[in-house]
């Protein structure tokens, strides 16, 4: 009785031990803190890798992407804010590495290019129409009202 | 033997072109009728011989032939048939063949379907047509060869890059360049009346169809290219703004600013200056997109190997046929009359409204993609331009074109009244509005820019629906007869603008409801995402014909019950030992679910990085362009466009006269 | 008149196209030039007891090699590296990347060093305070520590004498 009593425990632990390992744990996120990884997501999607020039860093899977992306969540854990991350990387890339090109002046015509073709486009717009509602009515002639006339009668 | 066959084929055809071009164009400005009639006989002979290249190349790749050092480059022993005959066009000289081919195959179509045109415009169409085709001839014999011999031949070839072995490789560059190349027909179409002065809404008709089916596969060849990255890439994005996606989509801008403009020409004789220029601007943005993805200038994920000499060439050929035919525009426009008067609110005041907009937009993605140029060659340092810049620009910019797209339509040529638009349209509009507010409410709670999209993909649907509902209206017979007595004119329109608010309501939905978990999974491990478990059973070794691959199994199930299993892989070929992603996708009309490998953890690789999407209604995008191309083509096979040709006769002979 | 507004236009960008050619897109300016060279101190390569810092060179021009034995490149500009060593132009310092498998010594020691001090960038930290992307790159740096030129890829005999050489010979080297 205490043999059988023993082997049950014995086999209880031990499927009290295996259930885990059978039925696997809840996945870790890739970042120890979700809310960093976040973070430094969202701002390495707007950055460009340095080495295959045309992924984001957030995409990327060069090494040096890796590291940048490591050093972006340390400085984000040491309390830096996104403005500083992106501070520190343009300190030593340049400009370059942002996809958001910033507004600057040489970059004025690059963000208001938009709204000036616009407005451009609507300037022309405005004229063209009080052009068109200047034109008088061309008089139809009526032998060409006859002839189409016809014309579309063959087509039947 | 047969790469050199396939290298004299180029040396005819490039002799026949210039046949093609000189002589016709020649005798169209002098009317001499049978240095025209050169014109459809050379056309048809380049296109022979043409192929006849095309084909010598394709049977150089499938016979794994490594003494041409093209097929040395791009090819593989243990590529599969199907890759190997693709990897025809997979390199700079390739496709340059296959530009040639598809320019031969556009210009024989017009040769043959154009037996209703008079006999000077026929000759200039495929004189113009010519005249491209001398100069992708040239550039292929001079600088871009494909039929380069290697002596000693290779023993191995070094492979079709991993990421175009894949069937969108088959399909989307054809398609592409039927888009790209088709323009040049319009092109030629718009030379050609500035040529012979003469530019009638009969103009219009003839280049119309011809326009709106380039249009069409330049429509679906982006798309598909798209669909290919999305499956192909294993970022789970589906558009990056990179100056090769910007050089396709560029066209397709203009492109749809000239069938609507188009319409216009045809309908009421207007907007023909605008018309022609379209028409050049379409074409030499699709050869500006070859320039840009060839020479170097632009960094790009799709450039080929870069070379600023053959980069030379093809910036000369531009300046050739494009300021040529920008200088002939500005010598000859004046001369095109006006058409007639309309009133503020009209269908062509709309129209205009809609290429204002859709050229607005257009010269946006020009600026974005070429500003980096602009500032280094100006020496003012070096920046990058991406989707943040373009997303924040091209999207307010287009708002005001789908607002209008629901009311263009409806709208009558010359003058509408603007209150009765109103009393039509006004419970669209609530719908729409209040559709736009309560969608994203009930989902995560207020998103204006969910709103916007969701609140004109709505507008433009009940738009298409009034619009068949008001031209029924004064019809007889059954609900399916009438429909189908409806003119494929108006139902393409209607498929079209459909597809538009489908891919609208893709792209706002997807854009701000998708989710994304990136997580650390062990055998036996499980995480949640949208709802769905996902519990990752390791990976096994997976040969394939010319990679090895390590596949996982995913296996996707909800409240319990098991749904599906996706197999992501993680692949190196063999070739190059290039690692590649192969994520895994389960489809849906409603949603995605996406999963990809990220990198192994451990040696033996049985823990790893896994990237799980929940994407839903992104197929909607792609669902959307198909109707866009569905209806292009339904468009250009209206009935108007194939009159039997002997009602036509004596009005052709009125025109000849002339 | 504005219908010659589009042939204008296109003539401007045809401009800047052809200016494009000669440019290369994929370079990466340096955002250090005529900044001070980033200070940093790191043990040697073979001798982990000793340092270097840049403070060190004071006084004299000097090259900052940014190099890896896994870097293939940096195999083909070492006979020019050795050259230039040799002649005693200019003092050059290596900094060893990112060299995780622990080779340098040992690739130095068989093939010889051009560097009068190798120190040990283990984690690529400096290297990213450089703003380095790759190996190899070549910093000239001037008397007070300051930046004065970026050479991205490997040193040949030209880029020798066309580049560098003219820069040094402007720094009184």
């Known amino acids: 009785m205490n043999a059988l009593r023993s082997a049950a425990a014995l086999a209880c632990m031990m499927l009290f031990l295996a259930a885990p390992l059978a039925l696997g744990g809840e996945a870790a996120p890739v970042g120890e803190d979700p809310q960093i990884e976040q973070r430094m997501v969202n701002l390495a999607t707007d950055l460009r890798c340095l080495v295959c020039q045309n992924e984001s860093l957030a995409g990327s899977h060069a090494e040096l992407a890796e590291d940048l992306r490591k050093e972006i969540r340390a400085l984000m854990k040491a309390g830096k804010s996104d403005k500083e991350v992106i501070e520190y990387l343009t300190t030593r890339y340049g400009d370059f590495v942002l996809y958001r090109p910033p507004f600057k002046p040489i970059t004025y015509l690059l963000w208001l290019g938009p709204l000036l073709f616009l407005g451009l486009g609507s300037g022309f717009w405005y004229v063209t129409l009080k052009k068109r509602r200047a034109l008088k009515d061309t008089p139809v002639d009526e032998k060409q009202l006859a002839a189409a006339a016809q014309l579309l009668d063959e087509k039947q | 033997m047969i790469p050199e066959l396939g290298h004299f084929a180029l040396i005819v055809a490039l002799l026949l072109a210039i046949t093609q071009s000189i002589l016709p164009l020649y005798g169209a400005q002098k009317g001499n009728v049978i240095l025209m009639s050169v014109a459809r006989p050379a056309a048809q002979g380049q296109f022979v011989f043409v192929a006849i290249a095309f084909g010598c190349l394709a049977y150089s790749f499938l016979t794994n032939d490594f003494s041409v050092e093209n097929v040395a480059r791009n090819s593989f022993s243990q590529l599969p048939k199907v890759y190997r005959f693709t990897a025809t066009w997979g390199s700079h000289e390739g496709s340059m063949l296959l530009w040639a081919l598809i320019l031969a195959v556009w210009t024989t179509a017009v040769s043959v379907f154009s037996r209703h045109l008079p006999d000077d415009m026929v000759a200039r169409v495929i004189g113009i047509m010519g005249l491209v085709s001398t100069g992708f001839l040239t550039f292929l014999l001079t600088t871009s060869n494909p039929f380069l011999r290697l002596l000693p031949a290779a023993a191995e070839g070094r492979d079709l890059n991993p990421l175009l072995q894949d069937p969108g490789m088959v399909i989307h560059p054809p398609m592409l360049y039927m888009g790209y190349v088709g323009f040049s027909v319009a092109f030629a179409f718009a030379i050609a009346a500035l040529l012979s002065g003469r530019m009638d809404a009969a103009w219009a008709r003839w280049s119309r169809p011809w326009t709106t089916v380039a249009w069409a596969f330049l429509s679906f060849g982006i798309a598909l290219g798209s669909w290919w990255a999305y499956n192909e890439l294993g970022w789970g994005g589906w558009w990056f703004w990179d100056p090769t996606e910007n050089a396709s989509f560029m066209p397709w801008l203009a492109g749809t600013a000239l069938i609507h403009s188009l319409a216009v020409t045809e309908k009421r004789g207007a907007f023909k200056a605008w018309t022609v220029l379209l028409a050049i601007t379409a074409f030499s943005l699709s050869l500006l997109g070859t320039f840009l993805v060839r020479s170097g200038v632009l960094s790009s994920v799709h450039a080929f190997a870069t070379d600023p000499a053959r980069g030379a060439f093809i910036l000369s050929f531009l300046v050739v046929v494009i300021g040529g035919s920008l200088a002939l525009f500005a010598w000859r426009a004046p001369k095109m009359l006006t058409g007639g008067r309309f009133n503020w609110f009209s269908r062509e005041a709309l129209l205009l409204s809609n290429n204002v907009v859709l050229l607005a937009a257009l010269g946006s993605v020009l600026l974005g993609t070429l500003y980096p140029l602009l500032m280094d060659a100006l020496g003012m340092g070096k920046i990058s331009v991406g989707p943040p810049y373009f997303n924040a620009v091209f999207v307010p910019v287009m708002v005001p074109a789908l607002f209008l797209m629901g009311i263009g339509p409806l709208t009558r040529w010359k003058g509408d009244s603007l209150p009765d638009m109103a009393a039509r349209l006004k419970w669209a509009l609530a719908v729409s509005v209040a559709t736009g507010f309560l969608l994203p409410m009930t989902l995560k709670g207020f998103n204006p820019w969910a709103t916007l999209g969701i609140a004109l993909a709505v507008w433009i649907a009940l738009s298409v629906l009034i619009g068949f509902r008001e031209r029924l209206m004064h019809t007889q017979g059954g609900l399916l007869r009438r429909l189908g007595n409806l003119p494929r004119g108006f139902w393409g329109m209607q498929l079209a603008h459909f597809g538009i608010a489908l891919g609208v309501a893709g792209i706002t939905l997807v854009a701000n409801y998708q989710t994304e978990r990136d997580v650390r999974m062990n055998v036996g491990d499980h995480t949640e995402l949208a709802g769905y478990t996902f519990t990752f059973q390791g990976t096994t070794e997976h040969p394939g014909p010319n990679y090895r691959a390590a596949r996982g199994t995913i296996e996707v199930s909800r409240g319990g019950a098991k749904l599906f299993d996706l197999h992501p892989e993680k692949r190196i070929y063999n070739a190059a030992g290039m690692p590649m992603t192969e994520a895994a996708i389960n489809y849906s009309f409603t949603r995605d679910v996406y999963v990809a490998l990220g990198e192994p953890l451990d040696d033996n690789a049985t823990t790893w990085v896994v990237r799980i999407f929940h994407k839903p209604f992104i197929n909607w995008i792609w669902i959307g362009a198909l109707f866009l191309a569905v209806g292009g083509f339904m468009a250009a096979s209206d009935r108007r466009y194939r009159i039997a040709v002997k009602a036509i006769a004596p009005a052709n002979a009125a025109v000849q006269g002339a | ?173």
């Open chain 3, 1 to 173: 008149m504005k219908r010659w507004l589009p042939l204008i236009v296109f003539a401007v960008l045809v401009g800047f196209f052809a200016k494009g050619l000669f440019l290369n897109p994929r370079e990466v300016p340096s955002p250090f030039i005529g900044k001070a060279a980033p200070a940093f101190t790191l043990p040697l390569v073979g001798a982990a007891d000793k340092n270097f810092s840049p403070a060190d060179m004071k006084g004299k021009v000097w090259l900052l090699n940014v190099w890896a034995p896994w870097c293939v490149s940096c195999r083909q500009e070492h006979p020019v590296l050795m050259q230039i060593a040799q002649d005693g132009r200019v003092p050059i310092v290596g900094l060893n990347w990112k060299d995780k498998d622990r080779e340098a010594d040992a690739l130095l020691n068989k093939a010889g060093s051009p560097y009068t001090s190798v120190p040990d960038d283990l984690s690529g930290m400096v290297g990213i305070d450089y703003g380095v992307t790759g190996t190899p790159e070549t910093y000239v740096i001037d008397q007070s520590g300051i930046i004065r030129m970026k050479h991205v890829g490997p040193i040949d005999p030209d880029v020798w004498k066309d580049k560098i050489e003219p820069k040094l010979k402007e720094l009184g080297a």
